[in-house]
């Protein structure tokens, strides 16, 4: 199935290429262009304790809603990353034994009471404001800003995070629109924001033409300083 693979492997064989290339201007250039602020950290993936966690397992085989962990992405700037309590509601000894030598590190931080010290994988500069809130309110799905985290074993960045690519969507956002109640199925989104704007048809609004669904979910982020720095 296409999509279950993350967008960030795309990006690999293309600095293969690169690599091959050796010597001259145009290795000089392809330096150049990955290592501008815009592409560097595409692919930043940290090795995370424990045995990590598998979001390809608990979020798509398991198909676990994103909101049964990152509970307050709805509602705060931040999406929390969920406490060891989570995780031992599940991985308590006796409950899943095929892995639970893999999952010996959740008791041992809930019998101890610590933390598991998930290393932060996106992370934008303290003078940039950034909020989950208004984004998941106007439809604007995680596939969109993390790519397709439903077939990451681990967890890498799929987007610049910089502030062109900000930009870029909030000068055309349509393309990125979904209808709110879909913002965290990122099978269906990815499927959705393949298909061509004009085509685009839901289910729960059969009764609508693809140009009125658009019209519905049409917004119209901010492109001033202002919005993004103090
Ligand atoms: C069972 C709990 C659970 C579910 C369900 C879950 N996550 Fe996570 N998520 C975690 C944990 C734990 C981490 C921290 C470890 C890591 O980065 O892999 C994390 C990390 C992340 C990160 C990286 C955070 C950073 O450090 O920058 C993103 C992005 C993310 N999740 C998105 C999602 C999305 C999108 C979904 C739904 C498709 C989802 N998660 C479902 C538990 C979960
Ligand atoms: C419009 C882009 C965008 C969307 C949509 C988005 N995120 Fe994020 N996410 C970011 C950025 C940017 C950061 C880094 C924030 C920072 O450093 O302040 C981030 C950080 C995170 C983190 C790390 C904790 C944090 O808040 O810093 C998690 C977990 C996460 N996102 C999960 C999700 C989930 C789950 C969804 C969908 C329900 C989602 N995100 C939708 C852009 C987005
Ligand atoms: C709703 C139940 C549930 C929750 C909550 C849950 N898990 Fe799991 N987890 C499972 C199941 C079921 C499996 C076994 C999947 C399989 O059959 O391969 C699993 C497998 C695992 C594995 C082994 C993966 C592998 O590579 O084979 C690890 C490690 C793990 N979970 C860690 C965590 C962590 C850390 C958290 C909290 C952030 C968490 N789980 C939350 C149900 C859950
Ligand atoms: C994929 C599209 C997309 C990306 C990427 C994106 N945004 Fe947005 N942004 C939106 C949409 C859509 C809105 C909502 C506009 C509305 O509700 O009218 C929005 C709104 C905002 C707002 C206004 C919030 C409010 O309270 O009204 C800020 C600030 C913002 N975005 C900052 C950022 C920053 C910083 C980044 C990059 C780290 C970013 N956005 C990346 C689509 C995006
Ligand atoms: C939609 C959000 C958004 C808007 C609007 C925005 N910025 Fe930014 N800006 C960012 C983000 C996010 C970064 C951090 C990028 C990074 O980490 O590489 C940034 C970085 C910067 C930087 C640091 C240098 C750089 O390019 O990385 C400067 C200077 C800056 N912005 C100035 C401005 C000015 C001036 C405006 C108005 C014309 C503006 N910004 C509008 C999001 C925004």
Same mark, same amino acid.
């Given at each position: 199935?296409?999509?279950?693979?993350?967008?960030?492997?795309?990006?690999?064989?293309?600095?293969?290429?690169?690599?091959?290339?050796?010597?001259?201007?145009?290795?000089?250039?392809?330096?150049?262009?990955?290592?501008?602020?815009?592409?560097?950290?595409?692919?930043?993936?940290?090795?995370?304790?424990?045995?990590?966690?598998?979001?390809?397992?608990?979020?798509?085989?398991?198909?676990?809603?994103?909101?049964?962990?990152?509970?307050?992405?709805?509602? =705060?700037?931040?999406?929390?990353?969920?406490?060891?309590?989570? @995780?031992?509601? !599940? /991985?308590?000894?006796? $409950?899943?034994?095929? +892995?639970?030598?893999?999952?010996?590190?959740?008791?041992?931080?809930?019998?101890?009471?610590?933390?598991?010290?998930?290393?932060?994988?996106?992370?934008?500069?303290?003078?940039?404001?950034? =909020?989950?809130?208004?984004?998941?309110?106007?439809?604007?799905? @995680?596939?969109? !800003? /993390?790519?397709?985290? $439903?077939?990451?074993? +681990?967890?890498?960045?799929?987007?610049?995070?910089?502030?062109?690519?900000?930009?870029?969507?909030?000068?055309?956002?349509?393309?990125?629109?979904?209808?709110?109640?879909?913002?965290?199925?990122?099978?269906?989104?990815?499927?959705?924001?393949?298909?061509?704007?004009?085509?685009?048809?839901?289910?729960?609004?059969?009764?609508?033409?693809?140009?009125?669904?658009?019209?519905?979910?049409?917004?119209?982020?901010?492109?001033?300083?202002?919005?993004?720095?103090?």
């Amino acid at each position: 199935m296409p999509g279950l693979f993350p967008r960030w492997m795309n990006v690999l064989p293309t600095l293969g290429a690169l690599g091959a290339v050796g010597g001259g201007t145009l290795a000089i250039g392809g330096v150049w262009y990955y290592f501008t602020p815009e592409f560097w950290e595409v692919g930043y993936m940290p090795v995370q304790p424990g045995q990590g966690f598998n979001h390809q397992i608990h979020a798509g085989k398991l198909g676990m809603d994103c909101r049964y962990c990152h509970s307050h992405v709805e509602e =705060s700037r931040h999406a929390n990353v969920p406490t060891v309590k989570t @995780c031992y509601g !599940c /991985h308590e000894e006796g $409950k899943l034994q095929r +892995v639970e030598e893999k999952t010996a590190f959740v008791r041992e931080a809930y019998e101890t009471n610590t933390s598991i010290p998930w290393r932060k994988i996106h992370k934008l500069p303290d003078y940039a404001q950034f =909020s989950h809130q208004p984004h998941i309110a106007a439809g604007v799905s @995680c596939f969109s !800003c /993390h790519g397709q985290i $439903k077939g990451m074993p +681990v967890v890498a960045q799929a987007e610049p995070l910089s502030m062109g690519w900000c930009l870029d969507c909030h000068r055309n956002p349509e393309n990125n629109l979904v209808p709110t109640d879909k913002v965290t199925d990122l099978i269906w989104v990815e499927e959705w924001l393949s298909t061509p704007l004009d085509e685009r048809r839901d289910e729960a609004h059969s009764d609508m033409s693809p140009e009125a669904l658009l019209d519905s979910l049409r917004r119209d982020p901010p492109q001033h300083c202002g919005a993004c720095h103090y």
